[in-house]
């Protein structure tokens, strides 16, 4: 029986393949083709709400708000990077974290810890979207999001007692979205001075964590604990107003320096004056200044035929830098034709002056201030100065000065009405640059500050609507200027002779009152009578 249905087997099997190839052929070769209909192509509105979720999980960032630039270019240039950074980070990663290993060992018995394995991989981070923000300050600030999943092998080794323990960082995810602000900008290569990073959201990091091929992050509640712990410690360090600073370049070698106070300087007299004209006498007076000071030099009034001449007349100089500036003093003989003879000049060191105290200097005027050359023994006479150095309030604590508590807002003292104070102090205004300035006839732009009856003006650019002239006029006033208007006004100048030779662009009135209750004022001004025209100004009122 079982050698019969044996047989009828392999004859089912023999006859059963040759009979259903057969059948297939002549089925595929006589059946009809079924007509095939074209897809329907419909807008998204009409395939219901979640129909955009389904086709597209991830929107970029680049879609959703359309300030964010995309960035393609940059992430190729990581991917191609990406090896050469990786080794960098790592040796970078292995010598921050040589000191830090160092500080457990013998702790806790542990004897060593070392990386077994360090390498960030094959995928950079992406860049899913990059924004540039405008700000009036000196610097250029940028926002992007970064998203990496990465294929980290980090494997740490810790040498406890006689155990070997391996740690291995896995399935590493990381989501931030940065600030990055450079600043100040500075006229020396890079042309910043620091790197300052802050998040704008707290950070998600996600990652696994093997010891000894066990994953410790599937303990209940780990994972949760492990996430919040990470998110608060990098929030409290880097989360925005928290920022982290980045040195580049010595900013006291690049920053522009500030005025910090005032000197003040009385030149008395000077006596034994050498005679320079015909008839035995001298018609002197005293031209002071500041080294590194671009201002015009400051002069006394002229003393005919007097070699022993009283001035009593004062002065004041901004001082910038009181460690390194000199007082620079020139006596010259006036002519009415020609150049004026010098009589003898002198130097005064700004630091040997003590904030506050008033001191007078008796100096023998020398003829210049080569150290090399063999002093002459012909006496050239003496000056007399009284010189005193007044900070200004808000500089006072950086020279031993009584500090000013008051309320500050963004690093700026605020004061009320009742608290101004009557006194002298220092207006500094500086012309940033202006935009879209256009004239009729020519577009030669320059800008002229009006206050109190006294112009300054810019150098004039050729040709451009938008200037940029970081030029700064400063002056010197007795009392706060409340209730007063500083005058700004673009003009335009043609070069060849003509009637229409100066064209007005624009002007604008600034109230000083607010100035002088803030301390500073940053801020871009539409131009009167201009289309679109605009100027970059920034004023500040510093008190003695």
Same mark, same amino acid.
């Given at each position: 029986?079982? %050698? ?15 009979l ?13 083709? &079924?007509?095939? &209909? ?16 389904? +086709?597209l999980?991830?929107?970029? +960032? ?17 991917l ?7 080794? !960098? ?34 995928l ?7 924004k ?8 250029l600030?940028m926002?992007?999001?970064? /998203? ?13 007692s ?19 602000t450079l ?14 990073v802050s %998040?704008?959201?707290k ?10 091929g ?12 492990v996430?919040?712990t990470i ?12 920022t ?25 007299? !000077? ?7 015909i008839?035995?006498?001298? =018609? ?5 200044s500041?080294?590194? =000071? ?16 009283v001035?009593n007349?004062?002065f004041? *100089?901004?001082?910038?830098d009181p460690?390194?500036?000199? +007082? ?13 003879d010098? *009589? ?10 003590k ?8 100096l023998?005027?020398?003829? =210049? ?7 002459? /023994?012909k ?12 900070p200004?309030?808000?500089d ?21 009405d009742?608290e101004?104070? #009557? ?36 150098k ?18 007795? #009392?706060?200027? %409340? ?19 100066? #064209?007005?662009?624009g ?19 539409h131009?009167?009578?201009s289309?679109?025209g ?11």
């Amino acid at each position: 029986m079982g %050698l019969v249905s044996s047989f009828l087997g392999i004859l089912g099997f023999t006859i059963g393949i040759p009979l259903g190839l057969l059948v297939g052929f002549f089925l595929f070769v006589y059946s009809e083709t &079924k007509q095939v &209909k074209e897809p329907v192509v419909r807008p998204i509105s009409e395939l219901g709400p979640n129909a955009l979720q389904e +086709l597209l999980p991830e929107i970029p +960032l680049w879609v959703k708000t359309p300030d964010y630039e995309r960035v393609d270019w940059l992430n190729k240039f990581l991917l191609d990077m990406w090896p050469f950074l990786d080794k !960098a980070i790592c040796g970078m990663i292995r010598t921050t974290a040589q000191p830090i290993f160092a500080e457990y060992i013998g702790k806790y018995q542990i004897k060593a810890i070392e990386f077994d394995k360090l390498s960030l991989g094959t995928l950079p981070p992406t860049i899913c979207g990059i924004k540039i923000l405008e700000t009036n300050e000196k610097e250029l600030v940028m926002e992007q999001v970064i /998203k990496w999943a990465g294929n980290p092998n980090i494997v740490l080794t810790l040498h406890v007692s006689s155990l070997k323990i391996k740690v291995q960082l896995v399935d590493l995810q990381i989501f931030a979205t940065p600030r990055i602000t450079l600043r100040p900008l500075v006229p020396t290569f890079p042309c910043f001075a620091k790197i300052v990073v802050s %998040l704008m959201e707290k950070p998600h990091v996600d990652f696994g964590m093997a010891i000894s091929g066990g994953d410790i992050m599937s303990i209940p509640g780990l994972y949760r604990f492990v996430q919040e712990t990470i998110k608060k410690q990098v929030a409290s360090l880097y989360l925005w107003p928290q920022t982290l600073e980045i040195p580049i370049l010595d900013e006291s070698t690049v920053a522009i320096k500030k005025p910090v106070g005032i000197l003040h300087v009385n030149v008395v007299r !000077a006596h034994k004056l050498l005679k320079m004209d015909i008839l035995g006498t001298s =018609d002197p007076y005293v031209k002071l200044s500041l080294t590194g =000071d671009k201002l015009p030099a400051k002069k006394t009034t002229v003393k005919r035929k007097n070699l022993n001449p009283v001035w009593n007349e004062k002065f004041k *100089l901004v001082v910038k830098d009181p460690q390194s500036q000199v +007082l620079q003093l020139q006596v010259f003989d006036w002519d009415k034709v020609g150049g004026h003879d010098k *009589l003898g000049m002198q130097l005064v060191p700004m630091k040997l002056l003590k904030p506050y105290e008033n001191k007078e200097f008796t100096l023998d005027l020398l003829k =210049d201030t080569n150290i090399s050359e063999t002093p002459s /023994k012909k006496s050239r006479g003496q000056i007399v100065v009284d010189l005193t150095f007044v900070p200004f309030k808000e500089d006072s604590s950086k020279f031993g000065g009584p500090s000013e508590d008051g309320r500050k807002e963004n690093g700026i003292d605020v004061v009320s009405d009742d608290e101004v104070q #009557e006194g002298a102090g220092l207006l500094s205004v500086l012309i940033q640059e202006a935009e879209e300035v256009e004239g009729e006839h020519h577009n030669n732009p320059y800008a002229v500050v009006t206050f109190r009856g006294e112009k300054r003006r810019t150098k004039m650019l050729k040709k451009t609507r938008h200037p940029r002239w970081n030029e700064e006029f400063q002056f010197m006033l007795e #009392e706060p200027p %409340l209730q007063e208007k500083l005058h700004i006004e673009v003009m335009s100048k043609r070069k060849s002779f003509s009637f229409l030779s100066k #064209e007005s662009l624009g002007h604008v009135e600034i109230n000083l009152n607010d100035v002088v209750h803030n301390g500073r004022l940053n801020d871009k001004y539409h131009l009167i009578n201009s289309r679109n025209g605009e100027i970059h100004v920034e004023i500040r009122w510093k008190v003695v």
